[in-house]
Structure formats: C-alpha cells, structure tokens
C-alpha cells in the first residue's frame, strides 16, 4: 500500500500505500498511476508538487476540464501556478489521459526541481488503496498530535493515529477524527467532513520491520519506523515521527509494538523476506557454507542502527516530511556462519548485494533488553587476534533473533555450561533463562563444535582420529598435518572445540608443532577467553581470572582444557616444540617457557584438575618449566610423568626426581627419564626405589651412571617386591654386574611362582637393551619366566651369540616370554643365527617375535642368501604354531646393516601353509626380487588347507616398481582376509621415483639425449618433450589406478570382516569400536593402518598369552620399542626409519627367481620385456602379466617417433 504525493526532489522516494478517492471507484480507474510518496508535502503550509511529463509539452496540453476543476474534486494539476503549488495529493483517479500517465520526469534549466512519478510496473504493484480501507471499521489503539513545523508561517499540527492494522498520519487532529469515528469519544461532537480526507501516509502493520526511539540529533522525542513497500522494490522505507514529550514518544511506540505483535500471524512464516530475496539468500549461502546447503536458514530483517548505520548509511536524509528509501538489510543465522546482507537497487535493474560473514563460535556478545516495546539489540563478534565487530541493529523479530542465537550457540558448543552462556554471551536483561534442547552427537558433539571453529576462522580441515588402544580411552589424537604445519588459527580451532568436552579422557598432540601459538596474545577487557567456570560451574577468583586474561593464548587454551573438563586425566605434549628455539630468539623472552605446562602445573598444585598424567618427552624444558615441574612434584599431585629427550642435565634430574621423591614421596605411578644428558648416579638409585611404592611403569633407560666402587644390586629384590603395582620396568643401557642380574632373575622367578600359586603379580614387562646380556644369561632369564607364563621380554642390541646354546635349549624347552624382541643383533656366524630360527620354529608360546634388523653378519661379496637360509626360513613360516606378530624388517645405515640376504624372499612360500600368523612386517628387506613369491601367497587361488591368513602386511620400502606392485595388487584382489597394506604417501612416491629411475630421468629433467636418437628414417623434428609428458601422464595414471583398486579391495575385506568405518558393521566390541575410530578427511593412503609392530600407530600388538596388559601402542606403552621424540624415527634398541636409511635407489631388474641369458630382452626403465614370448616373468617362473599393452604401447611410441630402443 502507499500513498501518491506530488514532491519536490531531486531523488525519487519510496511510498507507503497507494490512496485513492472515491471518485476513482467511481469511474472504474484502477490505482496503478501512483508516484513516489512525500508523506510531508500534505502540509498546508509548505506543499511540494509532482508533474507528470511536462517536459516538452506545452500547458494547453491539459484539457479545459482538468484547468477548471476544484480541489475537492481530487485532481492534481490546475491551470494557474499559484494552485499548482498548493494541489491536493495525487489520487488514483487522475483524469490525465494515459499518454501524460506514461511520462517520467521534468527538471528546470538550473537543475533545481526534480518532478518523478512512479513506473507502470511499481504502479501494478499497488495492493490497496485508501478508500477500500474500511476506516469506521478500524480498532484505534492510540493517537497524539506530531511536532508541528514551526518554520513554516501557517502551522498544522499533524496526528499519528494507531490502529489494529495501521499506523496513520494525517494533516491535522480533525482530519484524524474525521477519518478514524473510533477517536470520538462518547459525547463528542465532530464537524462531518465531506468526502472523507486523505490521510497523509497509511503504514500496514504487517509491513513494519521495525519500530524505535529515533537516533536523531534533535532535541525532540522521536520514533523511527521502517517498513517495505512494493513500490519499493526490495528496498527499505523510513519515516520519523517527532512528539513534544517523550510521555507521547514511549506510549506511541508501546503502542505500535504491541499492535505489530498482534498482526504477526506466523513468525515464521514467508513475511520476513520475499522469495526473491530468499533465493538471492540462498545463493549466497551456497557459497559460504556449501557442504550444508540443504538445512535451511532463518532470514530476518534488519534495520542498521548507530555506528553500523553510520558504516553503510553515512549520509541519511530527513524522513520527517516525506519517507526516505534505503537498502534492505538481512541477517542470515546459517549453521555455522552469520550474514548480514545488504541489498540495494540498482539502475539497471539487478539488485547490488553485499553481506558480511561473522562465525557463530564469535560471537562475543548478544546485548538487549528483554521489554515489549524494545527492537533494538547489539552483537558483538570477534575474531582471534582482531578487534571486535559490533552490529546495532533493530528487527520487528528481534525476540526470535535471540531465540535462534541462543539455539546455534547452544547446538555448536553443547558441552559448555549453560550459565556461561547466560553470563558472558546473552546479556539481555529481563529476559527469562531458556532452556535450549539440541541433538546430540558422537564424541560429545566435538566434530560439530571443530566445523563450526574452522568455518569461522576459514581454516582448512584437520586430521584427528579416536584411540581406543590406550589406558585412558577413548583419547582424542590430533595428527600431524600432512602437506604442511598446521596454522595458528587451525590449533585454536582444536583447542577451543575441546573446551568443556567431557567424552574424552585423554589428548595426544604427539608430533603436533604447538610452538606456532608461542607468544600469540588475544587479550580484550572482556572475560570471554578466560575460562573462570568449570563445566560442573566452579569458578576461580578475581585475581585468578585478571591473571589469565593478560596472558598468552597458549597459556589461556591449556588452562581451559585442564580446568573445565572433568573426564581429561592425560595429555600428551611429546615432540610438541620443534620451532620454539626460533621463536625464544625471536621474542627474547626474560623467562622462556613452553607456555602450555605453567597453567596445568599451577591447577595441579591448587588441586582442582585431574589432569595429573604429563606425557612432556621431546620438549627441550626451559629452566622456568624445570623449576616449575620440580615445584609441582614436591606437591605429590602428578601421576605420571615423561621427561624422556627433554635435554635434563644432572642439575635438572636431581632437582626434579630425586629431590622431590626424596623428601616428598607421592603417589607417582608412572616415570620415564630416557635420552637425557643427564644422569643418575647408580648409588642413589637403591635408595630412590624405596619411594616409588605406587610407580606401575619405570623407564630410566640411558639414565644410570656406572659407579666402578659402588658394591650391591642396582635393583635390590627387596625393593622390587615391595612395588607390588610394579608394570614395566626399562634400564636399557646399563651395563648390568652380576649382582643386579641374580636379582632380576630371582624377580622373575618369584613371579613365576605367583603365577603358580594363583596370585599373579602385575610385572609383564623388561627391556634390557644394549645392557650386555650374554646368551647363557639370556636363557636363566627365560628359565626364570618359565613355561607359558606370559612376560614381554626385549633383548635387543646384546650378544646373544655368545652362549646361543644354552638361549636355543632353553626355547626348546618352551620356557621364556610371550613376546620377545630381539633386533639389532648381527650374527658373526650364519650357523648360530639358523639355531636361533629353528628354536623358535619349535615355539608353542611365544605369540608376538620382532627380529628387525637381526641377520647374519653380510658376506665380504653380498651374495645371495644361501640354501640353508632360505630352508631354514621357509620351515620357520610354515610350521610355526604361536607367532601371530611377527617383524623381520632390514636396517641400512651409513656404517651399519641389518638386512637378509638377497634372495631369501624365496622362504615366503612357506607363509602359504602358516595358519596362525596374522600381522606381518617385513620392511627394507629388497623384497622386489620376490615380489612374485609374496604374491604368490597372497592369493586365495590356493587350497583353503594352505590359505595365508594375513590379516596385516607392511613391506614398505622394498624398491617395488610399477610392475612388482601391479602384479601384488593383483594377487591382494583375490585374498579375502587382508585388511590392511600400508601405501602412504612417502611410499608412493618411492615408487614412482623408481619408475622415473627405470627411464633414465628424474622428475624435473627429460633430457632429449639420454633417450634415444633420431631415426634417419624420420629426420622431421618430433616433439620429444610433449612424447615425454604424456609418457609419465600415463603411467601415473596406472599408479594411481593400482592405489585405488588395492584401498578398493582393502575397503571390502574390512567390511565384509566387520572392521567397516560405515553402518551397519557387526564383529562385537572390536568391530563397535573400530566403527567409532574416525579420520577426519584422510586420504585414501592411509589404509586405517593398524600398526601392530612398534613404532606404529594404531590398534597395538595383539595381548601376549597370559598377559594382564594388551600391548598398546601408546606412547612408552609399546612392546619392546621406543621412538625417538627428537626426530621421530624409532630408536632405543629398535629399527631406524627405514625412510631415512635407504640406500640410493639403484636400477633394478624385474623380480625373477631365474632368468634365460639366451632371450633377447628389451629393457626399457625397470621393466623387462621378452622380446620373442611378450611375457614378462616374475618369481616363482610365474608370468606375472602375458601381454602389458601399456608397457608396449609405450615402446611402440618410442620406435616411431625415430628412437633406437
């Protein structure tokens, strides 16, 4: 609806409601000449004009009829100027003819006067007019005279009239009345007008977006009221109405309010936004917010008010006499992201549209009052590391507003306290606390609470996975970034979603680079950072809040995760700082600290977390955090404790482990002191046992200084008794005196007993590495544990070899442990290393064996594994009973080998007849020259008698090219119980740097002579390097098509086995666990590897037989191995990286168990091709693939492009 004004402007203005008088019923005259509305020019006293088309016609145009009609009749134009100026307001009813109708505008020579009407299509838009209003009709609700315009000589005092449905402004109180017979009141009389006036503007309650006290400079008491219009367009209308009291001014818009509530029928209904507007919306939530373009958002609409008005609006123009038109304002509450769009008209038709994105997990604060005649409200977002952003706006639906905020911050942050939320985020006042109801996820709603904390801070996605091999399960485990480091803004995100998450009862941030948040502050005034309340509403001090807010965010996220879960008992910080030297040089700090252990240390001490497990291996500690540290252990508040590669010297140890034990025995259950400068004098280590009544798991592995004078056992029996909880027990590199060896064997044999009296003790495992255990001494330890008693027993790095005899006796008398760790022994004599494998042929109990990097000292010629290896091997796979983990993995340093012989690949065939074993490892072994015998085995084209029963096979690093990892992926499409071969990345790329090797070139050279020469035949130039490129487009392709169908395969099995990650699976607990086990957005190199050998990561190594503890693989926790948190490769009696050790990838021949010299061959890179049978051969004399039209193709492509193959 609007009314039709003849105005004076330079710019056309939106109107309110068409009007038209009785006369335009009464000839048939639709309401579709309306023109741009001046609620103002109605005054009598200052009269504005609208002409229709003036502009090159002259004023005999109009007829005698239109110049000599009065002004009751309703007519807009007279022929003198004087009543041109003082016309009445246009109506429906217009007598000018259509063509005058049709015209648009006119303007003087000097510019000054600007006379628009409305087009035929805003015209069409007209809903209503005036006089089909049935006034009589209307409900009044209210009414008060406006301030009159004293400027003007003649002065009208106009009148506001509110209704049920309207808001009316006429010219003075008596046209009011005479318009509206409900403002008489009983006994009043009225003079009766005829015909009824026309009010100066009509507002339908409906269209009102919103109502408020007028920001305005004036001194007056105002009130704004924005509503839309067809007329308009999609944009807005305003209008100011000013009273003498702000008595008049507050009931006026209580009134209003009111009234606007009552006509709202549906609040959620399609009156919020056109559906133009939603579908522009939409639009442009398809962009921001793509993977969720299917929920549906809620669209209000706004008004700008204060700074943000000042910000789009900055110059706004009187609406007191006439409206004014502006942009349409639109904010957009998404899932995760808040828009507020601003849409404004343009001259060619389509809109201009501009919006803003805020993230919901921003919001800082929602401010308002929660009174009935109150529209206006505040929000305040605030990015990490800026300045806040804060909307004024005001909304007709601003209680719905508040409503659906409080329902998004509740749905994005569940775990988080409800009063926090009523505290620090809504501060409206007189506003009941509501009760917000949203569903609930898996992992306590964390993966929906990280979207929308990476959404708002546009980062990209994170890898993070959920471990339940570990004692404090289930532990939330952020991965390392593959590509790149994570940023700064990707671990807040990770940090702030696990703030009040009460599903995880530990976090690993192994290998995770934290030093990029090093000396980041994002302190503000507010408190909104600063976690105070716990999640059971615990809340801190004044001084204890003032103190986090001013410090670094590292500082202010770790307190958070300490303080406000009640579930999180352990963190895992190692190899957490690789860039803090960098950043220390950098910020110069007075006193360099970590940052992320004084805020937990400092809960420690005051007793309100339960985090007391701290897993710090890796980390150079700072002096600040040893003093730290050495302060909270004399409290007795730490459980656990990793110090392992921290860089401790003898200074640092003494004060942080023995003074404290010493002087303040706690309640400390697990400690590890490995790879540190420092040491620990043997002396005092007697008497520091006595303290460590509660410890379950000891590692003081490369710690204990040899004292020549000290008399006695380094380990008393005594003191070994008396630690009943006793677990583990770890002094590798000590060289052991027979005193402490006669020890550890009346130890294991007073277990032993234990066991055989039904009262087990908790000790399973002894790592005695590089610690100078003999053969024979080997075998009292194995006779010590006795026959199937359990125990994980690691012997790796000692020479065994001196007295074998009595060590192979002793297995074959089935005496010793469940699993054993024997790597990095060499044999001098190939003899021994045969009598140690038969021994364990014979095994019936040992179920777990690592040998990786164990093998006969290398021939001075490097020749091929000889016949009683290969033998003795074979026999070892095929009739072993007990071994379900079994790691034969090479090592290939600089100074040192550790790999079998070439050749012995051949004794995997007896793996095809091995029934039990189901994890295997066997990396860096030179597998590529039996690559054809693996295969062999892993097909399931055999007889179920003799069918493997792999579950898992890791032989990374084994030179495969494309042909040997073709012919395995074959074999693996037809095995149905492997579920995982590990390819990554790394792995990948080592194969495709073989198949460039194989072509003479690298990645970044195709030199043009080193492959062939041009045929005199062809001399025409050949485009040798486009040839080249699309030679290596293709065989990537292969690549990458091998990847896929082996993930494929791979994806089957673990489906169809009940491993599946999808629905559905069955399989019991395992299967229910692996189906909760998430990657998020890994690749499809990963495999779901499970990393049952050490060093790996993943499901752990299976529990050894009569075993109290299942062998995870969680951190110090695995069997027999150790990582260096320094550089990451595994160490401490174990293999190197086999990544880092490799040797330069060397030409290497297609796998052949035996080859015919007299065929001509056609080599061409590391294929061989036959060139009379066209059938390359693999081991096993098995024709790995009869006709490689690929490998053909390419060499055809060769020849005719002029080269000599």
């Not at 006509?263 to 579908?279: F, I, K, L, M, Y």
């Not at 990476?454 to 390392?480: G, M, S």
């Not at 420690?604 to 980390?619: E, W």
Request: charged letters at 25%; proline letters at 5%.
């Amino acid at each position: 609806m609007s009314t039709v004004a003849i105005e004076v402007n330079k710019r056309p203005s939106p109107t309110a409601l068409a009007v038209s008088t009785p006369e335009s019923l009464e000839s048939g005259t639709s309401s579709s000449t309306t023109g741009r509305s001046s609620p103002s020019s109605f005054d009598s006293n200052h009269r504005t004009f609208s002409i229709s088309s003036i502009a090159g016609r002259s004023w005999r145009s109009f007829s005698n009829k239109e110049r000599n009609t009065t002004p009751d009749a309703g007519h807009s134009f007279r022929s003198q100027a004087r009543r041109l100026s003082r016309s009445r307001p246009l109506s429906s009813s217009s007598h000018i003819d259509d063509r005058r109708r049709r015209s648009s505008a006119l303007s003087d020579d000097h510019g000054r006067l600007s006379l628009s009407a409305t087009d035929n299509s805003s015209l069409a838009t007209a809903t209503s007019s005036s006089s089909s209003i049935n006034w009589a009709a209307q409900q009044v609700e209210g009414s008060a005279p406006l301030e009159p315009d004293t400027l003007l000589l003649k002065s009208k005092t106009p009148y506001l009239v509110v209704t049920t449905n309207y808001l009316v402004k006429t010219k003075s109180r008596a046209d009011a009345f005479a318009l509206l017979p409900g403002l008489a009141t009983e006994g009043t009389q009225h003079e009766t007008r005829s015909p009824t006036p026309e009010p100066l503007l009509v507002i339908p309650m409906d269209t009102i977006v919103s109502v408020f006290a007028a920001e305005s400079p004036r001194p007056s008491f105002g009130i704004e009221v924005w509503w839309r219009t067809p007329l308009a367009g999609r944009a807005f209308c305003r209008s100011d109405f000013f009273f003498a009291s702000p008595n008049d001014r507050n009931e006026q818009l209580h009134l209003i309010t009111r009234a606007m509530q009552a006509s709202q029928q549906d609040e959620n209904g399609p009156g919020r936004c056109t559906e133009d507007v939603a579908s522009l919306l939409d639009k442009m939530l398809e962009v921001g917010e793509p993977r969720l373009h299917q929920h549906k958002p809620e669209i209000f609409p706004v008004v700008p008010r204060g700074s943000t008005r000042k910000e789009y609006m900055p110059r706004l123009e009187d609406a007191t006499k006439k409206p004014q038109e502006g942009p349409a304002f639109y904010l957009i509450v998404g899932t995760y992201l808040c828009y507020l769009a601003e849409i404004q008209k343009a001259k060619g038709g389509d809109p201009i549209f501009r919006h803003r994105t805020f993230g919901l997990v921003t919001l800082e604060c929602f401010e308002g009052e929660g009174v009935l005649h109150e529209e206006r409200f505040n929000i305040t977002f605030r990015e990490p590391f800026k300045a806040s952003v804060t909307l004024e706006l005001a909304s007709r639906y601003y209680r719905q507003i508040i409503r659906v905020f409080g329902t998004a911050d509740r749905f994005l942050k569940p775990a988080w306290p409800q009063l926090w939320q009523s505290l620090e985020i809504f501060r409206v006042t007189g506003l009941k606390e509501p009760q917000y109801l949203v569903p609930k996820e898996d992992f306590g709603s964390f993966q929906r609470t990280l979207n929308a904390y990476l959404a708002a801070y546009r980062c990209e996605d994170v890898d993070w996975e959920i471990n339940w091999k570990t004692r404090f399960a289930p532990e939330f485990r952020l991965l390392p970034g593959k590509r790149k480091p994570y940023s700064a803004l990707q671990l807040l995100a990770v940090l702030r979603a696990l703030r009040y998450n009460d599903y995880f009862n530990s976090l690993s941030f192994r290998d995770v680079d934290l030093s990029v948040l090093y000396g980041f502050r994002d302190n503000t005034l507010r408190k909104v950072n600063v976690a105070y309340l716990s999640r059971t509403c615990v809340a801190l001090g004044l001084d204890e809040v003032e103190m986090l807010r001013v410090s670094p965010v590292l500082h202010q996220e770790f307190h958070a995760l300490a303080f406000c879960s009640e579930t999180i008992r352990q963190i895992d910080f190692t190899n957490c700082s690789k860039t803090l030297a960098s950043r220390l040089a950098q910020y110069k700090s007075q006193n360099p600290s970590l940052q992320f252990l004084t805020p937990i240390l400092s809960l420690l001490r005051s007793g309100i977390t339960k985090c007391n497990r701290l897993l710090v291996g890796g980390n150079v500690l700072p002096q600040f955090d040893v003093e730290d540290l050495a302060e909270t252990m004399k409290s007795g508040a730490i459980q656990a404790l990793d110090v392992s590669y921290c860089g401790l010297d003898d200074s640092g140890l003494r004060d942080m482990i023995v003074t404290p034990l010493s002087e303040y025995p706690g309640l400390l259950q697990s400690l590890s002191l490995s790879g540190n400068p420092g040491r620990l004098p043997a002396h005092i280590l007697p008497g520091l046992l006595q303290y460590l009544t509660e410890i379950r798991k000891l590692n003081l592995s490369g710690t204990i200084q040899a004292e020549s004078y000290i008399k006695g056992s380094l380990l008393p029996f005594a003191a070994l008794e008396a630690m009943e909880s006793l677990e583990e027990l770890d002094i590798s590199g000590y060289k052991i005196d027979e005193d402490t060896f006669q020890d550890l064997a009346r130890f294991l044999q007073y277990r032993s007993w234990k066991l055989d009296q039904s009262q087990p003790l908790k000790f399973n495992k002894l790592v005695l590495n590089h610690c100078g255990i003999t053969g024979t001494q080997a075998a009292q330890l194995f006779d010590a544990i006795g026959e199937d008693h359990g125990m994980h027993l690691s012997l790796s790095g000692n020479a065994i070899e001196d007295g074998i005899e009595a060590l192979v006796a002793a297995i074959r008398k089935q005496h010793g442990p469940a699993a054993l760790c024997l790597e990095m022994i060499e044999f001098k004599h190939e003899a021994n290393y045969l009598a140690l494998i038969r021994s364990l042929t014979s095994s019936r109990h040992l179920t777990l064996l690592s040998l990786a990097g164990t093998a006969p000292s290398p021939s001075s010629s490097h020749g091929p594994c000889s016949k009683d290896l290969v033998t003795t091997l074979h026999d070892f796979f095929a009739r072993n009973t007990s071994i379900k983990c079994l790691d034969l993995s090479g090592f290939s340093g600089k100074l040192d080998d550790g790999q079998l012989p070439r050749g012995f690949g051949r004794s995997l065939a007896g793996l095809a007849f091995n029934s039990v074993l189901t994890h295997l490892r066997i990396r860096n072994q030179n597998l590529h020259d039996d690559a054809g015998t693996l295969g062999r085995v892993l097909s399931s084209s055999l007889t179920p008698t003799t069918a493997t029963v792999l579950a898992s096979l890791d032989c990374r690093d084994n030179n495969f090219n494309l042909t040997s990892l073709r012919f395995l992926v074959d074999s693996i499409q037809s095995n149905d119980n492997l579920i995982d071969f590990p390819l990554p990345r790394e792995e990948r790329d080592a194969i495709w740097r073989n198949v460039l090797r194989g072509l003479q070139r690298t990645p970044s050279s195709v030199a043009l002579p080193a492959l062939g020469t041009v045929s005199a035949a062809n001399p025409s130039p050949v485009p040798v390097r486009d040839l080249l490129r699309e030679e290596e487009v293709l065989l990537r392709e292969v690549l990458d098509g091998l990847v896929a169908r082996l993930e494929g395969r791979l994806r089957e099995n673990r489906e169809r086995l009940g491993f599946g990650l999808g629905r559905g699976g069955g399989g019991g607990e395992k299967a229910a666990r692996e189906r909760h086990r998430h990657r998020h957005q890994r690749s499809a190199s990963s495999n779901t590897a499970l990393g049952l050998f050490p060093g790996e990561e993943g499901w752990g190594w299976p529990a050894a037989a009569g075993s109290d503890v299942a062998g995870s693989i969680d951190g110090g926790d695995v069997p027999g191995w150790s990582r260096s948190p320094s550089t990451g490769s595994e160490s401490g009696g174990g293999m190197a990286s086999p990544a880092e050790t490799l040797d330069p990838v060397s030409e290497v021949e297609t796998p052949a168990e035996a080859e015919d010299e007299g065929q001509d061959q056609v080599r061409l890179g590391a294929v061989m091709y036959d060139g009379e049978t066209d059938a390359g051969k693999l081991s096993g004399d098995e024709a790995v693939d009869e006709g490689d039209e690929i490998f053909r193709k390419m060499v055809d492509d060769f020849r005719k492009a002029g080269f000599e193959v």
